[in-house]
């Protein structure tokens, strides 16, 4: 079996010459699948612009992105598209669901683009959204949505694909600490049901969660170990 | 992901930005609309000027008082200019001196009013004349008898008038035999002409013609002719009969030069050519205002699409983001541009017909096809590029690029 994520001196630079900084400065990474991962570190060292190319929605400067097998880091935009609606569910820190569109629209987005059936598209959102507990808002729009339920639906949107990859960045920091801990709960479920979680936190109590945990400064992975609290 | 799905997500992004589609579609149609309205308006007036030269006769020519010059030359020369009189129109009946001259006929406009009643009419030509003017200016009668040479000697008070001039004064009643009182003087209606219909600004059945003896003794005095109208024997012999009124009239007038003559002839090729030349002046000038109008309508259209396009790059990333190839979301926003271009050209296509229809500052408008279909495909085209430009590009970001942008 190979790994879900397998990253290869993954370098990302921004600017050029003298100015120019390295977001990621020769990263190396590989997460094997139903792996519970958290990622941490202080602000700019790099966590998000890791997330994003592993998440397909950005390139690197040099190196090698491998997802389940497959070179990423060599598609063109129109193959990415397809890993994106396939094989990855993100999630952000600002929910980024459309707006003046309902939950259950939203849902269903990702596989109308992935060309799947009308009927079974709602049949499969609906589920999602039960798995989240949203069962009576799906024809609520963002607006009439807690930041809480609103992550929510973002989380169903993700799950709603079957994806491999759940890449959630700074999930919860948008959110208050009942929501957090029902969101948490989730991933928890998710990851406990076989799927690859990969969460960016700042906070302690989110990577707790996790099995494993990785920190970051500078551009670089500085330590990268099984959660201590499991390990004792 | 087929059309269909696509053309939902258009439908929605039109539905779901009501006021942007309204504003987008009336700028369209409003730009379209003009176009097709001012175009029809100046080529209106154009035909309209062109049928009632039509109406005129081939044969027939103006004598006019005055020189052909504008501005001082003029001014000066009218120091000793003769009037045209009626003797100069008797002079020009010579079958000697003048073999090509069939008829001429003094004309001595007048401004009155007329009133049978309650009711009142202004004709827009008020004439007295000769019964040689009736086919000299193709003016035929349709119900009752021309006035005849003895009542220009008689000086006697009838008259024949135009439809409109009839419909004011009597509705639906017959008006012959009735006597109507202009500017205070009866007069007698002993015909009604056949309908001229209107030519632009002119309209042809508002329309009062007397004996000239008539109009002179009792509304104008004498004054000097408004016109003299001579029909030459054919159309081909207009240019000799033009020469001969020269002739003739150089002699009475003591004229020295050909460039110091105090009237002007006027034909009706002559005519044909000064007035087609200026109500094309007239078109284009339309156009002018109409292309701008369409220009401005553009760059609103074009506004609004790049301001949607721009407020919406962060939909398109988070679209991208959960797996919308680029196609999907080009197609999104080219298929919400061709609506909105389509249907604001077609409401503005159904505006100009609807526009057309009414008479405007006189004119009443005559469509030209090739104006709609220019109008339509500018703002077609528009509407496709500057909706589909900046959505193409937006498609192409990185999505974590368009999801950045704010
Ligand atoms: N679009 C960009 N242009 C220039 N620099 C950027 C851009 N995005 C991120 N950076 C820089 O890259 C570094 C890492 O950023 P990021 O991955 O967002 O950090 P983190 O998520 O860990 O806070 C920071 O120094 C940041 O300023
Ligand atoms: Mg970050």
């Known amino acids: ?232 | 992901m087929n059309f269909f799905e696509i053309l939902r997500f258009a439908l929605r992004g039109l539905t779901i930005n009501r006021l942007r589609t309204f504003l987008t579609t009336l700028g369209i149609m409003i730009g379209v609309s003009s176009v097709i309205i001012l175009t029809a308006v100046g080529n209106g007036s154009s035909k309209a000027v062109q049928s009632s030269l039509d109406r005129l006769g081939t044969n027939s020519i103006q004598v006019r008082s005055g020189s052909g010059g504008f501005g001082l030359r003029a001014r000066a020369v009218s120091n000793n200019t003769k009037p045209l009189t009626v003797a100069d129109a008797v002079a020009l009946v010579d079958s000697v001196q003048a073999p090509d001259i069939k008829s001429a006929a003094p004309v001595m406009n007048a401004n009155a009013t007329c009133v049978n009643g309650t009711s009142t009419s202004t004709p827009s030509t008020f004439s007295g004349t000769w019964p040689s003017y009736f086919e000299a200016s193709n003016t035929s009668i349709a119900k009752g008898v021309y006035f005849s040479n003895d009542d220009v000697t008689q000086g006697r008070r009838v008259a024949v008038i135009g439809n409109t001039t009839a419909t004011e004064l009597f509705g639906t009643d017959n008006p012959i035999g009735q006597t109507v009182r202009c500017g205070g003087i009866p007069f007698t209606i002993i015909g009604t002409t056949a309908v001229k219909g209107s030519s632009g600004f002119l309209d042809g059945d508002s329309l009062f013609l007397a004996p000239i003896t008539a109009v002179q003794n009792s509304l104008t005095g004498y004054q000097p002719l408004s016109t003299i109208i001579v029909e030459a024997k054919s159309a081909k012999t207009t240019d000799a009969a033009q020469s001969e009124i020269q002739t003739i009239l150089d002699a009475r007038h003591k004229v020295k030069s050909s460039t110091s003559r105090d009237y002007r002839l006027f034909n009706q090729a002559t005519l044909l050519a000064t007035s087609s030349s200026s109500s094309q002046v007239f078109t284009v000038l339309l156009a002018a205002v109409a292309g701008i109008s369409l220009l401005v309508g553009g760059i609103g259209i074009t506004n609004i699409m790049l301001v949607t396009v721009i407020e919406r790059t962060r939909e398109i990333g988070i679209r991208k983001a959960i797996g919308a190839p680029k196609r999907a979301i080009l197609s999104q926003f080219l298929i919400e541009a061709t609506i909105l271009s389509l249907v604001g050209g077609a409401l503005g296509v159904l505006g100009g017909f609807v526009g057309s229809h009414f008479t405007i500052v006189g004119v009443k408008p005559v469509i030209m096809p090739s104006s709609i279909f220019l109008a339509f495909g500018v703002s077609v085209l528009i509407g496709l590029f500057f909706g589909g430009y900046p959505a193409s590009r937006a498609a192409s970001l990185r999505p974590i690029e368009a999801l950045r942008y704010e």
């Open chain 1, 1 to 232: 079996m190979h790994p879900v994520i397998d990253v290869r001196g993954a370098v990302k630079r921004y600017g050029q010459g003298e100015s120019s900084i390295f977001a990621l400065d020769g990263v190396d990474l590989s997460i094997e699948a139903g792996e519970y991962v958290a990622i941490m570190g202080p602000s700019g060292s790099g966590k998000s612009t890791l997330m994003n190319i592993m998440g397909a929605l950005d390139v690197m400067t040099s190196g090698k992105y491998f997802l389940d097998g497959i070179e990423i880091s060599s598609m063109d935009e129109n193959a990415l598209s397809v890993v994106r609606g396939r094989k990855i569910g993100f999630i952000f820190q600002s929910f980024n669901l459309i707006p003046r569109t309902t939950a259950l629209a939203n849902v269903e987005l990702p596989m109308a683009y992935q060309g799947i059936k009308s009927a079974e598209r709602k049949m499969r959102a609906l589920k999602a959204l039960e798995v989240v507990g949203l069962s009576d808002r799906v024809n609520h729009e963002p607006t009439e949505l807690s930041g809480g339920q609103q992550q929510r639906v973002a989380v169903a949107r993700a799950l709603a694909t079957r994806p491999a990859l759940l890449l959630a960045d700074e999930p919860t920091g948008a959110l208050d600490s009942k929501s957090t801990s029902d969101l948490l709960d989730l991933f928890d479920q998710i990851n406990a049901a076989g799927r690859t979680v990969v969460v960016i936190t700042h906070e302690m109590e989110v990577a707790q969660r996790a099995k494993r945990i990785i920190r970051m400064r500078d551009g670089k992975i500085i330590s990268d170990s099984l959660n201590a609290e499991l390990v004792k």
